[in-house]
């Protein structure tokens, strides 16, 4: 069984809000603060996959956002570099998808289909 996904990481800070917490007579101190960078620093996308043995290669996507074409190169390279590193013959695994339209569009499903 190899599961994958890929996600977004922010290149500075969060996405979402953030708190600490403080007595109602402390004073803010300089370390509650984080700096920000304007127009949010931006943010990569990365693939990776994991496997009943460990972790697979992580591949960086570099085009925002990842077509199926890019996808099919991925499970192309970083994917079977990563079965070869385990031992793994592709015949012999169950490939776990999302139903995210680039995992399911007809170049991936012939990529993915047995020889």
Same mark, same amino acid.
């Given at each position: ?10 290149? #500075?800070?969060?996405? !979402?809000?953030?708190?600490?917490? %403080?007595?109602?007579?402390? +004073? ?6 984080? &700096? ?15 496997? #009943?043995?460990?972790? !697979?290669?992580?591949?960086?996507? %570099?085009?925002?956002?990842? +077509? ?6 991925? &499970? ?40």
């Amino acid at each position: 069984m190899v599961f994958s996904d890929e996600t977004k990481v922010n290149v #500075y800070g969060s996405d !979402g809000c953030k708190y600490y917490w %403080s007595r109602s007579d402390d +004073k803010l101190q300089p370390h509650h603060l984080d &700096l920000t960078v304007k127009g949010g620093g931006g943010s990569i996308m990365v693939w990776g996959c994991i496997t #009943y043995d460990g972790p !697979g290669y992580a591949c960086w996507i %570099s085009e925002g956002t990842m +077509k199926a074409s890019d996808y099919v190169g991925i &499970l192309g390279t970083t994917l079977m570099d990563s079965l070869e590193y385990y031992g793994y013959h592709p015949q012999d695994i169950y490939f776990q998808l999302d139903n995210d339209p680039k995992h399911i569009s007809k170049p991936n499903r012939a990529h993915l289909a047995p020889p």
